[in-house]
């Protein structure tokens, strides 16, 4: 095995994803800017699926886009049409895009744009709608409905507005603050939200003409902690972009389920998905729910690991607990376990609590492997039947299958 030439391409690819710089520079609707986007075209947390295959509340959250997007009437007809073969299917990543749990886009539907400077790669995701009974848990519904509809309406338009007022908002910045201020950057937002909202008003207000419109705007954006997290995950979906096809390259440049599966890309492999099955979610359960009710792990919330947040940062987080459970020590171990099967670590982003030691960046199959440790997150829990939404938070671990299959391909390519 040519270790020299793997080392200095890791370092190669894992310096870019550092060196990426992201910023916020508007809102548009995905037909607008998604590569490949279509009216008939629905992206999905990834890995690639077929219809079939897909898990109930993705199938719930692809009914109620087509409903959205004015292809079917309701969710009878919404589900013969995604079974027909008139609509095309495909992963989010594919298409420099990100989001969370079903993490299901429409044409018509706003998106985050991301642009790396450093880099010039895009990234976009969908905006957030809030907790429970939302679309990317597979919720359905005329609440649904009715608030993605104002999204499209109303939220887009005016958030695209303060952007351009504002010229641009730095991204990551925000997340280096927050990492201080209590956040994992995964399954906690509530500083980042706060400081991103703190920014982004006075440009609001300023740029949107219709006064009770700007108060309506900042009163969803500031009342949701998670806002800042559909804006986060492109930002580190072009910093997990800047790494990937390096030849030689064992680093991890994406890390996506959809429910059914869970998937990784490796930057010396690119366009190569390798998955297994989707882990169950050691969670907390909402009053009357349970692991019976729950489905596997799904979206493309977990590019957050894959730059070194969420899991890999949870040690800067004790409070996150509350929400995924365990306790901080057991979060604080399982953090610095992570600094075992990685490249490098972040000088931009530090834990304090590990004495500002860097976030663990970088993830190496070569090393998963060879430690038998893999890399461990964050996340929601949908429930497994479609209309119901959001049932919970805890914690996955993914499947070592992934990385044995991914280095049995990277041997092979590189004739090792």
């Known amino acids: 095995m040519d270790l020299e030439k793997i080392t200095a391409a890791n370092k190669k690819a894992v310096k870019a994803m550092m060196e ?45 886009a087509l409903m959205l997007e004015g292809l079917a009437k309701n969710e009878t007809e919404a589900f013969e049409l995604a079974a027909s073969g008139e609509i095309t299917f495909d992963a989010c990543h594919n298409h420099s895009s990100v989001g969370p749990m079903a993490g299901v886009i429409s044409s018509s539907m706003p998106v985050f744009v991301i642009k790396n400077t450093k880099h010039n790669n895009m990234g976009y995701c969908c905006m957030n709608e809030g907790r429970g009974k939302v679309l990317r848990y597979g919720g359905l519904g005329k609440e649904v409905l009715d608030r993605l509809k ?14 351009r007022e504002a010229g641009s908002i730095n991204v990551k910045t925000i997340l280096s603050e927050a990492l201080h201020m209590g956040d994992d950057l995964h399954n906690r937002y509530k500083a980042a939200s706060a400081l991103f909202v703190s920014r982004f008003i006075p440009h609001l207000f300023s740029a949107v003409e219709d006064k009770k419109i700007a108060k309506e705007v900042s009163i969803f954006i500031a009342s949701n902690d998670y806002t800042f997290l559909n804006i986060a995950m492109p930002a580190m979906k072009t910093m997990a972009d800047a790494g990937s096809n ?10 996506a389920r959809n429910g059914t599966d869970f998937g990784i890309q490796v930057s010396g492999l690119p366009g190569q998905w390798f998955t297994a099955p989707a882990p169950e979610v050691k969670a907390l359960y909402f009053p009357g729910y349970g692991l019976e009710d729950a489905n596997p792990d799904m979206g493309d919330s977990s590019i957050t690991e894959t730059v070194g947040f969420g899991g890999f940062a949870t040690a800067a987080s ?11 020590e057991e979060e604080a171990e399982q953090n610095r376990l992570m600094y075992e099967i990685v490249v490098e670590e972040n000088p931009a982003f530090t834990i304090p609590v590990f004495n500002f030691r860097g976030i663990p960046t970088g ?35 993914a499947p070592i299958e992934l990385f044995k299959k991914a280095v049995i391909a990277f041997s092979e390519k590189y004739m090792i």
Not at 246 to 255: E, F, G, N, P
Request: net charge positive; with cysteine.
């Open 363 to 397: 993830i190496d199959i070569l090393k998963v492997v060879e430690t038998n440790i893999c890399p461990f997150g964050h996340t929601g829990v949908a429930h497994k039947i479609e209309g119901i939404g959001q049932i919970g938070a805890g914690k996955w671990t």
């Open 246 to 255: 390096v030849d030689y390259s064992t680093v991890v440049t994406a890390m």
């Open 318 to 328: 004790p409070v996150v607990v509350q929400f995924v459970g365990g306790t901080p």
């Open 150 to 163: 104002w999204i499209n309406e109303v939220l887009g338009p005016a958030l695209d507005k303060g952007i």
């Open 20 to 64: 990426a710089e992201p910023v916020l520079v508007g809102v548009k609707p995905a037909s607008e800017v998604i590569p490949g986007m279509t009216k008939k075209t629905i992206l999905h947390a990834a890995p690639p699926i077929d219809w079939k295959r897909m898990c109930r509340p993705m199938k719930g959250a692809v009914a109620g």
